[in-house]
């Protein structure tokens, strides 16, 4: 990954940490590492644990950036959370997978974001 594309996902975390927060979640974990990959953010909201997938786009010519999350990253995530609940022995937790999708400005600003629920 180039600086750019790591600086911009940076700033998208760091934007919908902010955000996950103001709309109530409780953020257990941010860039939760395993051998199977890694998860953004794990928080708790409405009594359930929720996997997040933060998506940053700094323009939306090649589609909006929650239309990158394709079955396959879906499937990784499922693995993920299976993983992630397991090692913390919060197997039978409920849980759900959220997406915060982050779009910037020319100057680099968020000139969108979007939380997008149980989105798979």
Not at 6 to 20: D, M, P, S, Y
Not at 57 to 73: M, V
Request: with cysteine; proline share 2%.
């Amino acid at each position: 990954m180039n600086c750019g594309r790591r600086q911009k996902g940076w700033q998208g975390e760091e934007v919908a940490a902010t955000f996950l927060k103001e709309q109530g979640y409780h953020l257990r974990e941010r860039n939760f590492r395993c051998p199977l990959g890694e998860i953004d953010i794990v928080a708790e909201e409405g009594g359930e644990i929720v996997f997040i997938e933060v998506r940053t786009r700094s323009s939306s010519a090649f589609g909006l950036p929650q239309e990158s999350i394709d079955f396959r990253k879906q499937n990784r995530l499922r693995r993920l959370a299976s993983f992630y609940l397991k090692q913390r022995k919060l197997h039978g937790q409920p849980c759900r997978f959220d997406v915060v999708a982050v779009l910037l400005n020319g100057q680099g600003r968020v000139a969108r974001i979007e939380l997008i629920r149980g989105a798979f």
